[in-house]
């Protein structure tokens, strides 16, 4: 469990900052082809690596436009097999962000459910669900 | 000891995530059975399970009323093996506040030692001593 | 690569512990004795572990004077061995300040690029360089 605990930490690590960095074929390339993120902030899960691509552009271009760097932050993180050989990861996840000149914020809190699998010694995401805090408990529906 | 790092950061996700879903009876069971958890910002510890969870309850209670959902990031870890065979475990601790519909913000900014002993293949709190930050440096009382 | 992950959280755990205590030779002493540390919010590098306290003795001086205490996190770690038997070590760095009697609140976020190298079965920095995100891009020149 404590190398696969860290193997996710670093995965997310990658995965996180290429979405920061704007790399956002680099994050599509993070998820199976036709991997899922939904998201209760969003009306419709992006499915397949296209929608995950384009939603993460369409947010770098509002980002940019308004000078603000954002970060996100992946911890708290619980790990566990599946038996059938996926991994189901549980984190918070924290999204800080600073606008050119300005102060840093904490912009939301979530918590973020992977189903994860191995892939060329690596990992992908199969499914992320992220829940946002200040929105009501229920999971988004898929 | 980058094993025992990582099994500790694994313990806190899961200990943390109980404190902040409400789950006080499974919270308090990560103590052990006469557990003390002391924070100077308690009149108090908190002796024994039944205690914790008393004071979890309570507080879960409260934050429910308020519409608030709370997340605790525990961070920053040391871990160290001790000669009596316990584990102390320094970290820091943020707690992040989001208001149903509202702004998330940094509630609060700690540290807290734990001692931790090994139990069935886990980990279960000894002793905490949670400092806030805006409290003088003293540790609290026990 | 995840036994050196935990080792590297490990290492900067304690590091930072130093600096938000004030334990600026100890700081200093996490540096190899002519390393360097850049940031995009300093003028100019500090090389060398004098300089590294002098600055770390200035900052800490000014904030309790104000009654601050501060709390480095990293986290979202990468790192890489290099061919040089050096580590890479890529982070992101979040400062929170809670002022005595006050509010925590995020101070900044930056991200940090190590040169690590293994020493006595730990680890020294032998560069550093923090880039704010309230400043542009570009790293700090060396």
């Known amino acids: 469990m404590s190398a696969l605990h860290a193997e996710v930490q670093h995965f997310y690590a990658r995965q ?28 419709a899960p992006f499915r397949g690596r296209d929608e995950i691509e384009a939603g993460a552009r369409k ?18 993180i619980e790990v566990a097999e599946q038996p059938d050989g996926t991994i189901r990861a ?30 060329d010694g690596g990992f992908l995401v199969a499914e992320r669900q992220v829940c946002r805090d200040d929105i009501a408990d229920r999971p988004a529906e898929q």
């Open 16 to 43: 996180m900052r290429y979405l920061d960095e704007g790399a956002v074929a680099e994050w599509a390339g993070t998820f199976v082809e036709d991997g899922v993120f939904a998201a209760n902030g969003h009306p």
């Open 59 to 76: 947010a770098a271009q509002a980002l940019a436009a308004q000078g603000i760097r954002r970060r996100h932050w992946l911890g708290m």
């Open 90 to 119: 549980d984190s918070y996840a924290l999204i800080i962000a600073t606008p050119a000149g300005g102060q840093a914020a904490v912009q939301m809190s979530t918590s973020c459910s992977d189903v994860l699998v191995r892939r």
